[in-house]
Protein backbone atom coordinates (compact mmCIF):
# COMPACT_ATOMS: atom_id res chain seq x y z
CA UNK A 1 0.00 0.00 0.00
CA UNK A 2 1.67 2.66 -1.11
CA UNK A 3 1.69 5.93 1.48
CA UNK A 4 1.81 9.68 0.00
CA UNK A 5 3.63 11.31 2.90
CA UNK A 6 5.67 8.24 3.45
CA UNK A 7 6.40 8.41 -0.32
CA UNK A 8 7.32 12.59 -0.05
CA UNK A 9 9.91 12.11 2.82
CA UNK A 10 11.40 8.89 0.65
CA UNK A 11 11.70 11.09 -2.22
CA UNK A 12 13.64 14.16 0.46
CA UNK A 13 16.60 10.96 1.41
CA UNK A 14 19.77 10.16 -0.27
CA UNK A 15 21.71 7.40 1.52
CA UNK A 16 25.10 6.72 0.25
CA UNK A 17 28.75 5.83 0.77
CA UNK A 18 32.17 7.08 -0.09
CA UNK A 19 34.59 4.28 -2.07
CA UNK A 20 37.77 5.45 -2.17
CA UNK A 21 41.58 4.18 -1.52
CA UNK A 22 43.19 4.96 1.60
CA UNK A 23 44.53 8.68 1.34
CA UNK A 24 42.10 9.46 -1.51
CA UNK A 25 40.60 11.87 0.80
CA UNK A 26 37.54 10.59 2.05
CA UNK A 27 37.90 11.59 5.46
CA UNK A 28 38.53 15.49 4.26
CA UNK A 29 35.58 15.19 2.36
CA UNK A 30 33.89 13.97 4.69
CA UNK A 31 34.26 17.08 7.06
CA UNK A 32 33.16 19.32 3.70
CA UNK A 33 29.91 17.47 3.21
CA UNK A 34 29.19 18.14 6.70
CA UNK A 35 30.28 21.91 6.63
CA UNK A 36 27.81 22.29 3.52
CA UNK A 37 25.26 20.16 5.93
CA UNK A 38 25.90 22.51 8.72
CA UNK A 39 26.67 19.77 10.42
CA UNK A 40 29.54 20.60 12.35
CA UNK A 41 30.84 24.47 12.40
CA UNK A 42 34.85 23.38 11.89
CA UNK A 43 35.91 21.23 9.30
CA UNK A 44 38.93 19.57 10.87
CA UNK A 45 36.79 18.49 13.87
CA UNK A 46 36.19 14.72 12.49
CA UNK A 47 39.35 14.28 12.64
CA UNK A 48 40.24 16.53 15.87
CA UNK A 49 37.71 14.59 17.53
CA UNK A 50 39.39 11.96 16.87
CA UNK A 51 42.60 12.73 17.90
CA UNK A 52 41.30 14.12 21.00
CA UNK A 53 39.94 10.97 22.20
CA UNK A 54 42.83 9.59 21.30
CA UNK A 55 44.32 11.04 24.07
CA UNK A 56 41.41 10.44 26.58
CA UNK A 57 41.56 6.50 26.62
CA UNK A 58 42.60 3.22 25.37
CA UNK A 59 39.61 2.54 24.22
CA UNK A 60 39.41 5.50 22.29
CA UNK A 61 43.15 4.90 20.98
CA UNK A 62 41.96 1.48 20.01
CA UNK A 63 38.66 3.37 18.38
CA UNK A 64 40.97 5.11 16.09
CA UNK A 65 43.03 2.37 14.79
CA UNK A 66 40.33 0.88 13.80
CA UNK A 67 39.28 4.12 11.92
CA UNK A 68 35.46 3.86 13.76
CA UNK A 69 33.83 6.29 15.95
CA UNK A 70 29.94 6.99 16.53
CA UNK A 71 30.33 10.32 14.89
CA UNK A 72 31.06 9.17 11.70
CA UNK A 73 29.51 5.99 11.38
CA UNK A 74 26.67 7.32 10.04
CA UNK A 75 26.27 11.21 9.46
CA UNK A 76 22.81 12.85 7.92
CA UNK A 77 22.41 16.53 7.12
CA UNK A 78 19.78 18.42 5.59
CA UNK A 79 21.62 20.04 1.96
CA UNK A 80 19.19 21.71 -0.96
CA UNK A 81 15.80 20.95 0.96
CA UNK A 82 16.71 16.84 0.76
CA UNK A 83 18.19 14.85 3.67
CA UNK A 84 21.45 13.35 3.10
CA UNK A 85 22.59 9.90 4.99
CA UNK A 86 26.00 9.18 5.14
CA UNK A 87 27.42 5.92 5.89
CA UNK A 88 30.68 5.82 6.88
CA UNK A 89 32.46 2.73 5.44
CA UNK A 90 35.50 1.60 7.91
CA UNK A 91 38.69 2.52 7.63
CA UNK A 92 40.42 -0.77 7.92
CA UNK A 93 43.55 -1.88 6.20
CA UNK A 94 42.02 -5.02 5.43
CA UNK A 95 38.88 -4.80 3.37
CA UNK A 96 36.14 -6.02 5.59
CA UNK A 97 32.81 -7.72 5.07
CA UNK A 98 31.88 -4.64 7.25
CA UNK A 99 32.66 -2.15 4.08
CA UNK A 100 30.63 -4.92 2.08
CA UNK A 101 27.20 -4.96 4.07
CA UNK A 102 27.82 -1.25 4.57
CA UNK A 103 27.10 -0.96 0.83
CA UNK A 104 24.34 -3.08 1.00
CA UNK A 105 22.20 -0.30 2.99
CA UNK A 106 23.42 2.61 0.42
CA UNK A 107 21.34 3.84 -2.51
CA UNK A 108 24.42 5.23 -4.32
CA UNK A 109 28.20 5.90 -3.86
CA UNK A 110 30.25 8.45 -4.47
CA UNK A 111 33.72 7.22 -5.56
CA UNK A 112 36.83 9.52 -4.43
CA UNK A 113 39.87 9.53 -6.39
CA UNK A 114 42.98 10.84 -6.16
CA UNK A 115 43.61 12.65 -9.50
CA UNK A 116 47.53 12.09 -9.03
CA UNK A 117 47.00 8.32 -8.60
CA UNK A 118 44.37 7.48 -10.25
CA UNK A 119 42.31 4.30 -9.63
CA UNK A 120 43.52 2.14 -6.64
CA UNK A 121 43.15 -1.56 -5.98
CA UNK A 122 41.03 -0.77 -3.14
CA UNK A 123 38.84 1.20 -4.93
CA UNK A 124 38.53 -1.47 -7.47
CA UNK A 125 37.68 -3.99 -5.07
CA UNK A 126 34.81 -2.11 -3.67
CA UNK A 127 33.35 -0.72 -7.31
CA UNK A 128 32.96 -4.47 -7.46
CA UNK A 129 31.10 -4.76 -4.42
CA UNK A 130 28.85 -1.57 -6.20
CA UNK A 131 28.17 -3.95 -9.13
CA UNK A 132 27.34 -7.01 -7.26
CA UNK A 133 23.92 -4.58 -6.59
CA UNK A 134 24.12 -2.07 -9.74
CA UNK A 135 25.01 0.67 -7.07
CA UNK A 136 25.20 3.59 -9.09
CA UNK A 137 28.11 5.92 -8.30
CA UNK A 138 29.38 9.55 -9.17
CA UNK A 139 33.01 10.85 -8.92
CA UNK A 140 35.05 13.39 -7.13
CA UNK A 141 38.76 13.56 -8.47
CA UNK A 142 40.20 14.93 -5.61
CA UNK A 143 43.75 17.45 -5.22
CA UNK A 144 43.25 19.84 -8.17
CA UNK A 145 45.54 21.94 -6.19
CA UNK A 146 47.95 19.66 -6.84
CA UNK A 147 49.81 18.68 -9.55
CA UNK A 148 47.90 15.87 -10.42
CA UNK A 149 47.77 13.30 -13.97
CA UNK A 150 46.06 14.92 -17.11
CA UNK A 151 42.29 14.92 -16.22
CA UNK A 152 41.47 12.80 -19.57
CA UNK A 153 43.93 10.39 -19.13
CA UNK A 154 42.39 9.68 -15.08
CA UNK A 155 38.69 9.68 -16.69
CA UNK A 156 39.77 6.99 -19.30
CA UNK A 157 41.99 5.30 -17.01
CA UNK A 158 38.23 5.08 -14.86
CA UNK A 159 36.96 4.17 -18.34
CA UNK A 160 38.61 1.04 -18.84
CA UNK A 161 40.24 0.05 -15.28
CA UNK A 162 36.71 0.12 -13.59
CA UNK A 163 34.53 -0.40 -16.63
CA UNK A 164 32.09 2.44 -16.45
CA UNK A 165 31.84 5.48 -18.56
CA UNK A 166 32.55 8.46 -17.23
CA UNK A 167 30.77 11.94 -18.23
CA UNK A 168 32.24 15.40 -17.01
CA UNK A 169 30.03 17.44 -15.61
CA UNK A 170 32.28 20.29 -14.00
CA UNK A 171 36.03 20.64 -16.04
CA UNK A 172 39.36 21.37 -14.33
CA UNK A 173 40.79 25.00 -15.22
CA UNK A 174 44.43 24.17 -14.80
CA UNK A 175 45.83 22.52 -11.82
CA UNK A 176 48.36 22.41 -9.10
CA UNK A 177 49.52 25.88 -8.32
CA UNK A 178 47.95 27.23 -11.38
CA UNK A 179 44.35 26.07 -10.61
CA UNK A 180 42.03 28.29 -11.32
CA UNK A 181 38.55 26.37 -10.70
CA UNK A 182 35.97 24.63 -12.68
CA UNK A 183 33.78 25.34 -15.87
CA UNK A 184 30.27 23.52 -15.07
CA UNK A 185 29.66 21.66 -18.96
CA UNK A 186 26.00 22.33 -18.17
CA UNK A 187 25.75 25.29 -16.56
CA UNK A 188 27.70 27.03 -18.55
CA UNK A 189 29.28 28.59 -15.76
CA UNK A 190 32.88 28.84 -14.08
CA UNK A 191 33.21 28.38 -10.64
CA UNK A 192 36.80 30.53 -9.08
CA UNK A 193 38.77 28.78 -6.72
CA UNK A 194 40.44 30.85 -4.24
CA UNK A 195 42.91 29.45 -1.52
CA UNK A 196 42.59 29.33 1.72
CA UNK A 197 38.72 28.60 2.18
CA UNK A 198 39.34 25.31 3.43
CA UNK A 199 37.36 25.48 7.00
CA UNK A 200 34.52 27.48 5.49
CA UNK A 201 32.01 27.39 3.14
CA UNK A 202 33.43 29.32 0.15
CA UNK A 203 31.91 32.42 -1.93
CA UNK A 204 30.85 31.17 -5.19
CA UNK A 205 32.71 33.44 -7.77
CA UNK A 206 31.50 32.65 -10.74
CA UNK A 207 31.24 33.95 -14.07
CA UNK A 208 28.51 32.99 -16.47
CA UNK A 209 29.35 32.02 -19.78
CA UNK A 210 32.66 30.69 -21.27
CA UNK A 211 32.50 33.20 -24.20
CA UNK A 212 31.95 35.67 -21.52
CA UNK A 213 34.59 38.85 -21.71
CA UNK A 214 35.10 38.65 -18.18
CA UNK A 215 36.96 34.70 -18.90
CA UNK A 216 39.56 36.61 -20.86
CA UNK A 217 40.05 39.48 -17.99
CA UNK A 218 40.13 36.62 -14.85
CA UNK A 219 41.88 33.64 -16.68
CA UNK A 220 44.49 35.85 -19.72
CA UNK A 221 43.45 35.33 -23.01
CA UNK A 222 45.86 32.45 -23.41
CA UNK A 223 44.53 30.07 -20.37
CA UNK A 224 40.54 31.02 -21.34
CA UNK A 225 41.49 30.18 -24.93
CA UNK A 226 43.06 27.19 -23.92
CA UNK A 227 40.62 26.53 -21.83
CA UNK A 228 37.91 26.79 -24.64
CA UNK A 229 39.36 24.99 -26.79
CA UNK A 230 39.73 21.75 -24.08
CA UNK A 231 36.18 22.20 -23.21
CA UNK A 232 35.52 22.02 -26.80
CA UNK A 233 37.82 18.61 -27.21
CA UNK A 234 36.23 17.06 -24.12
CA UNK A 235 32.43 17.97 -25.31
CA UNK A 236 33.32 15.87 -28.53
CA UNK A 237 35.63 13.23 -26.78
CA UNK A 238 33.25 12.00 -23.83
CA UNK A 239 29.94 10.91 -22.70
CA UNK A 240 27.12 13.11 -22.21
CA UNK A 241 25.25 12.66 -18.93
CA UNK A 242 22.68 10.18 -19.04
CA UNK A 243 20.74 9.85 -16.13
CA UNK A 244 19.38 6.71 -16.67
CA UNK A 245 22.78 5.44 -17.80
CA UNK A 246 24.20 6.52 -14.29
CA UNK A 247 20.83 4.77 -12.03
CA UNK A 248 21.99 1.45 -13.78
CA UNK A 249 25.84 2.04 -12.86
CA UNK A 250 27.16 1.85 -16.62
CA UNK A 251 27.61 5.70 -16.45
CA UNK A 252 29.68 8.12 -13.70
CA UNK A 253 29.11 11.95 -13.61
CA UNK A 254 32.82 13.59 -12.73
CA UNK A 255 33.00 16.15 -10.94
CA UNK A 256 36.87 18.09 -10.31
CA UNK A 257 38.10 19.88 -6.75
CA UNK A 258 40.15 19.61 -3.76
CA UNK A 259 38.58 18.55 -0.62
CA UNK A 260 40.96 20.39 1.47
CA UNK A 261 40.60 23.70 -0.28
CA UNK A 262 36.69 22.87 -0.04
CA UNK A 263 36.41 23.45 -3.65
CA UNK A 264 34.19 21.83 -6.21
CA UNK A 265 32.58 19.84 -3.43
CA UNK A 266 29.40 21.85 -3.51
CA UNK A 267 28.80 21.49 -7.54
CA UNK A 268 29.03 18.06 -6.75
CA UNK A 269 27.10 17.94 -3.96
CA UNK A 270 24.41 20.08 -6.25
CA UNK A 271 24.56 16.98 -8.78
CA UNK A 272 24.43 14.81 -6.04
CA UNK A 273 21.13 15.45 -4.60
CA UNK A 274 19.69 16.36 -7.82
CA UNK A 275 20.98 12.89 -9.24
CA UNK A 276 21.05 10.09 -6.72
CA UNK A 277 18.14 7.68 -6.11
CA UNK A 278 15.86 8.62 -3.41
CA UNK A 279 15.35 4.88 -1.30
CA UNK A 280 14.84 2.22 -3.95
CA UNK A 281 12.83 -1.33 -3.92
CA UNK A 282 15.00 -4.24 -1.99
CA UNK A 283 14.29 -7.64 -2.03
CA UNK A 284 12.62 -9.97 0.57
CA UNK A 285 12.13 -13.36 0.20
CA UNK A 286 8.41 -12.63 -0.24
CA UNK A 287 8.04 -10.15 -2.03
CA UNK A 288 9.49 -6.40 -3.11
CA UNK A 289 9.29 -4.06 -0.79
CA UNK A 290 9.11 -0.51 -2.12
CA UNK A 291 10.19 2.25 -0.29
CA UNK A 292 6.76 4.32 -0.25
CA UNK A 293 5.00 1.20 1.36
CA UNK A 294 2.68 2.32 4.30
CA UNK A 295 4.33 -0.80 6.47
CA UNK A 296 7.34 -0.32 8.39
CA UNK A 297 9.95 -2.07 7.23
CA UNK A 298 13.81 -2.59 8.03
CA UNK A 299 17.19 -4.88 8.09
CA UNK A 300 20.57 -4.48 10.33
CA UNK A 301 23.53 -4.19 8.36
CA UNK A 302 25.95 -3.65 10.76
CA UNK A 303 26.44 -4.07 14.82
CA UNK A 304 29.28 -2.20 16.67
CA UNK A 305 30.18 -3.27 20.08
CA UNK A 306 30.64 -1.05 22.92
CA UNK A 307 30.26 2.31 21.02
CA UNK A 308 29.85 4.18 24.33
CA UNK A 309 32.41 3.53 26.61
CA UNK A 310 30.02 4.87 29.56
CA UNK A 311 26.90 2.70 28.85
CA UNK A 312 28.76 -0.48 27.16
CA UNK A 313 26.29 -0.81 24.86
CA UNK A 314 26.49 -2.53 21.92
CA UNK A 315 24.21 -0.63 18.68
CA UNK A 316 22.68 -2.42 15.95
CA UNK A 317 22.48 -0.13 12.81
CA UNK A 318 18.76 -0.79 10.31
CA UNK A 319 18.12 0.28 7.43
CA UNK A 320 14.16 1.96 7.29
CA UNK A 321 13.16 0.33 3.96
CA UNK A 322 9.43 1.42 4.00
CA UNK A 323 6.86 2.91 6.38
CA UNK A 324 7.77 5.18 9.00
CA UNK A 325 9.36 4.85 12.44
CA UNK A 326 8.15 6.61 15.42
CA UNK A 327 9.12 6.50 19.49
CA UNK A 328 7.78 3.98 21.10
CA UNK A 329 6.35 1.43 18.09
CA UNK A 330 6.01 -1.53 18.35
CA UNK A 331 8.04 -4.05 15.69
CA UNK A 332 8.75 -7.45 15.10
CA UNK A 333 12.00 -8.99 15.07
CA UNK A 334 11.36 -11.88 12.81
CA UNK A 335 14.09 -14.44 13.48
CA UNK A 336 12.77 -14.87 16.93
CA UNK A 337 9.21 -14.08 16.46
CA UNK A 338 8.76 -11.52 18.55
CA UNK A 339 7.64 -7.83 19.13
CA UNK A 340 9.44 -5.46 20.44
CA UNK A 341 9.17 -1.79 21.84
CA UNK A 342 11.64 0.60 20.78
CA UNK A 343 11.51 3.80 22.98
CA UNK A 344 14.98 4.70 22.80
CA UNK A 345 16.45 4.47 19.05
CA UNK A 346 19.28 6.37 17.86
CA UNK A 347 19.66 8.41 15.27
CA UNK A 348 22.45 10.16 13.94
CA UNK A 349 21.89 14.29 12.62
CA UNK A 350 24.52 16.43 12.95
CA UNK A 351 26.95 15.24 14.82
CA UNK A 352 26.09 13.76 18.02
CA UNK A 353 23.59 10.52 18.78
CA UNK A 354 20.21 11.99 20.04
CA UNK A 355 16.93 10.14 20.35
CA UNK A 356 14.55 9.81 17.09
CA UNK A 357 11.24 10.76 17.41
CA UNK A 358 10.66 9.46 14.01
CA UNK A 359 12.64 7.84 10.59
CA UNK A 360 11.66 7.23 7.33
CA UNK A 361 13.12 5.18 4.22
CA UNK A 362 16.29 5.52 3.72
CA UNK A 363 17.17 6.92 7.38
CA UNK A 364 19.22 5.05 9.58
CA UNK A 365 18.34 4.46 13.27
CA UNK A 366 20.58 2.71 16.21
CA UNK A 367 18.90 -0.13 18.15
CA UNK A 368 20.31 -0.92 21.14
CA UNK A 369 21.67 -4.28 21.36
CA UNK A 370 21.27 -7.17 24.10
CA UNK A 371 22.48 -9.62 22.63
CA UNK A 372 19.54 -10.55 20.50
CA UNK A 373 19.88 -8.96 17.14
CA UNK A 374 22.26 -10.33 14.42
CA UNK A 375 23.35 -8.58 11.57
CA UNK A 376 20.79 -9.48 8.08
CA UNK A 377 17.99 -9.72 11.43
CA UNK A 378 14.59 -7.81 9.47
CA UNK A 379 12.44 -6.34 11.61
CA UNK A 380 8.61 -5.09 10.22
CA UNK A 381 4.98 -4.69 11.48
CA UNK A 382 4.33 -8.36 12.37
CA UNK A 383 4.86 -9.61 8.91
CA UNK A 384 6.87 -12.88 8.61
CA UNK A 385 9.62 -11.99 5.91
CA UNK A 386 13.38 -11.16 5.76
CA UNK A 387 15.27 -8.77 3.80
CA UNK A 388 18.08 -10.71 1.36
CA UNK A 389 21.89 -10.30 0.34
CA UNK A 390 23.46 -9.01 3.36
CA UNK A 391 25.34 -12.34 4.03
CA UNK A 392 28.05 -13.59 6.30
CA UNK A 393 30.87 -14.81 4.22
CA UNK A 394 32.87 -17.58 5.00
CA UNK A 395 36.19 -16.66 7.01
CA UNK A 396 39.76 -18.45 5.06
CA UNK A 397 41.70 -17.79 8.15
CA UNK A 398 41.36 -19.69 11.51
CA UNK A 399 43.31 -19.80 14.80
CA UNK A 400 42.63 -21.27 18.32
CA UNK A 401 41.90 -18.76 21.38
CA UNK A 402 43.70 -19.26 24.37
CA UNK A 403 43.41 -17.94 27.52
CA UNK A 404 45.90 -17.07 30.01
CA UNK A 405 43.94 -17.39 33.04
CA UNK A 406 42.07 -20.14 32.91
CA UNK A 407 39.03 -18.54 35.37
CA UNK A 408 38.16 -16.05 32.52
CA UNK A 409 36.57 -18.50 30.35
CA UNK A 410 32.96 -16.98 31.08
CA UNK A 411 33.88 -13.34 29.84
CA UNK A 412 35.78 -14.63 26.97
CA UNK A 413 33.18 -16.73 25.45
CA UNK A 414 31.43 -13.43 26.37
CA UNK A 415 33.65 -11.29 24.15
CA UNK A 416 34.23 -13.33 21.40
CA UNK A 417 30.70 -13.90 21.04
CA UNK A 418 29.77 -10.10 20.84
CA UNK A 419 32.15 -9.27 18.83
CA UNK A 420 31.50 -12.13 16.02
CA UNK A 421 28.13 -10.17 16.38
CA UNK A 422 30.07 -7.07 14.37
CA UNK A 423 30.74 -9.82 11.78
CA UNK A 424 34.27 -9.09 11.27
CA UNK A 425 35.31 -12.18 12.83
CA UNK A 426 33.71 -15.28 13.47
CA UNK A 427 33.74 -17.74 16.47
CA UNK A 428 33.21 -21.39 16.77
CA UNK A 429 32.49 -23.73 19.61
CA UNK A 430 33.42 -27.32 18.00
CA UNK A 431 30.20 -29.81 18.92
CA UNK A 432 33.34 -32.43 20.31
CA UNK A 433 35.77 -30.42 22.32
CA UNK A 434 35.43 -27.00 24.40
CA UNK A 435 38.04 -25.09 21.72
CA UNK A 436 37.57 -21.44 21.02
CA UNK A 437 37.86 -20.88 17.35
CA UNK A 438 37.95 -17.14 16.17
CA UNK A 439 37.84 -17.09 11.97
CA UNK A 440 38.28 -14.22 9.92
CA UNK A 441 38.71 -13.12 6.40
CA UNK A 442 41.55 -10.47 6.91
CA UNK A 443 44.89 -11.56 8.93
CA UNK A 444 44.14 -7.82 10.77
CA UNK A 445 41.16 -9.17 12.88
CA UNK A 446 43.01 -10.84 14.89
CA UNK A 447 44.95 -8.73 16.28
CA UNK A 448 41.77 -6.47 16.25
CA UNK A 449 40.30 -9.13 18.52
CA UNK A 450 42.77 -9.66 21.01
CA UNK A 451 43.01 -6.03 21.46
CA UNK A 452 39.47 -5.20 21.98
CA UNK A 453 39.31 -8.42 23.98
CA UNK A 454 41.76 -7.14 26.40
CA UNK A 455 40.50 -3.34 26.52
CA UNK A 456 37.02 -3.95 26.43
CA UNK A 457 36.57 -7.38 28.46
CA UNK A 458 39.23 -7.35 30.40
CA UNK A 459 40.41 -10.67 28.94
CA UNK A 460 44.19 -11.82 27.87
CA UNK A 461 44.73 -14.43 25.47
CA UNK A 462 47.06 -16.06 23.23
CA UNK A 463 46.31 -17.44 19.75
CA UNK A 464 47.37 -21.21 18.61
CA UNK A 465 47.83 -22.38 14.95
CA UNK A 466 44.93 -24.83 14.12
CA UNK A 467 44.53 -27.19 11.52
CA UNK A 468 41.59 -25.36 9.57
CA UNK A 469 41.21 -24.49 6.80
CA UNK A 470 37.73 -23.19 5.39
CA UNK A 471 34.40 -23.39 7.22
CA UNK A 472 30.87 -24.02 5.52
CA UNK A 473 27.10 -23.58 7.07
CA UNK A 474 25.44 -26.79 6.92
CA UNK A 475 21.58 -26.83 5.57
CA UNK A 476 19.36 -29.26 5.59
CA UNK A 477 15.62 -30.14 5.59
CA UNK A 478 15.57 -33.53 6.27
CA UNK A 479 15.95 -33.50 9.99
CA UNK A 480 16.86 -37.58 10.00
CA UNK A 481 19.55 -36.89 7.30
CA UNK A 482 21.16 -34.17 9.21
CA UNK A 483 20.78 -36.53 12.73
CA UNK A 484 23.29 -39.20 11.03
CA UNK A 485 25.50 -36.01 9.40
CA UNK A 486 25.57 -34.82 12.90
CA UNK A 487 26.96 -38.08 14.52
CA UNK A 488 29.25 -38.89 11.61
CA UNK A 489 31.36 -35.81 11.34
CA UNK A 490 31.15 -34.55 15.02
CA UNK A 491 34.29 -34.44 14.70
CA UNK A 492 34.28 -31.34 12.51
CA UNK A 493 31.26 -29.60 13.33
CA UNK A 494 30.75 -26.29 15.09
CA UNK A 495 28.15 -23.93 16.62
CA UNK A 496 29.33 -20.27 15.46
CA UNK A 497 28.42 -17.51 17.39
CA UNK A 498 24.90 -16.86 15.93
CA UNK A 499 24.41 -20.56 16.70
CA UNK A 500 24.65 -21.61 13.49
CA UNK A 501 25.44 -25.39 12.44
CA UNK A 502 28.90 -25.18 10.57
CA UNK A 503 31.42 -27.76 8.93
CA UNK A 504 35.04 -27.25 10.24
CA UNK A 505 37.06 -28.51 7.24
CA UNK A 506 40.61 -29.27 8.04
CA UNK A 507 41.46 -29.17 3.99
CA UNK A 508 40.13 -28.11 0.68
CA UNK A 509 40.40 -31.75 0.00
CA UNK A 510 38.38 -33.04 3.31
CA UNK A 511 35.81 -30.23 2.69
CA UNK A 512 34.96 -31.89 -1.10
CA UNK A 513 34.93 -35.38 -0.08
CA UNK A 514 32.61 -34.69 3.33
CA UNK A 515 30.68 -32.82 0.41
CA UNK A 516 30.54 -35.61 -2.46
CA UNK A 517 29.45 -38.40 0.79
CA UNK A 518 26.89 -36.15 1.32
CA UNK A 519 25.26 -35.14 -1.77
CA UNK A 520 21.77 -33.92 0.07
CA UNK A 521 23.11 -31.51 2.46
CA UNK A 522 24.08 -28.21 1.74
CA UNK A 523 27.74 -26.39 2.32
CA UNK A 524 27.36 -23.04 2.05
CA UNK A 525 30.20 -20.05 1.80
CA UNK A 526 27.64 -17.14 2.96
CA UNK A 527 25.32 -17.58 6.03
CA UNK A 528 22.14 -15.31 5.13
CA UNK A 529 20.35 -14.84 7.91
P1 LIG B 1 41.32 9.20 3.55
O1 LIG B 1 42.37 8.24 3.98
O2 LIG B 1 40.76 8.85 2.21
O3 LIG B 1 40.26 9.47 4.57
O4 LIG B 1 42.10 10.57 3.24
P2 LIG B 1 42.23 11.92 4.07
O5 LIG B 1 41.01 12.75 3.92
O6 LIG B 1 42.69 11.62 5.44
O7 LIG B 1 43.37 12.63 3.20
C1 LIG B 1 44.63 12.05 3.03
C2 LIG B 1 45.67 13.14 2.89
O8 LIG B 1 45.44 13.88 1.70
C3 LIG B 1 45.61 14.15 4.03
O9 LIG B 1 46.91 14.53 4.33
C4 LIG B 1 44.83 15.29 3.44
O10 LIG B 1 45.15 16.52 4.03
C5 LIG B 1 45.25 15.25 1.99
N1 LIG B 1 44.23 15.81 1.10
C6 LIG B 1 42.90 15.54 1.08
N2 LIG B 1 42.29 16.27 0.12
C7 LIG B 1 43.26 16.99 -0.49
C8 LIG B 1 43.25 17.95 -1.55
O11 LIG B 1 42.24 18.29 -2.14
N3 LIG B 1 44.45 18.48 -1.88
C9 LIG B 1 45.61 18.16 -1.25
N4 LIG B 1 46.72 18.74 -1.65
N5 LIG B 1 45.65 17.27 -0.25
C10 LIG B 1 44.49 16.70 0.13
Known sequence: MPDTAIARQAELRRTFAIISHPDAGKTTITEKLLLFGNAIQLAGSVKSKRAERHATSDWMKMEQERGISVTTSVMQFPYNGRIVNLLDTPGHEDFSEDTYRTLTAVDSALMVIDGAKGVEDRTIKLMDVCRLRTTPILTFINKMDRDIRDPI??????????????APMTWPIGMGRHFKGVYHLYNDVIHLYTQGQGSR?????????????????????????????????????????????????????????????????REMLDGFVEYAPAPQPRETDTRTVSADDARFTGFVFKIQANMDPKHRDRVAFLRVCSGKYDKNMKMRHVRIGKDVKIADALTFMASDRAQVEEAWPGDIIGLHNHGTIQIGDTFTLGEDMRFTGIPHFAPELFKRVQLKDPLKMKALQKGLQQLSEEGATQVFMPLDNNDLIVGAVGSLQFDVVAHRLKEEYKVDCVYQAINVQTARWIYCDDAKMLDEFKRKASANLALDGGGYLTYIAPTRVNLQMTQERWPDIRFAATREH
Open 201 to 265: IPDDKRIEGLDNPEVDEVLGADQAEELRMEVELVRGASHEFDLEAYRRGELTPVYFGTAMGNFGV
Open 153 to 166: EVMDEVETVLNIQC
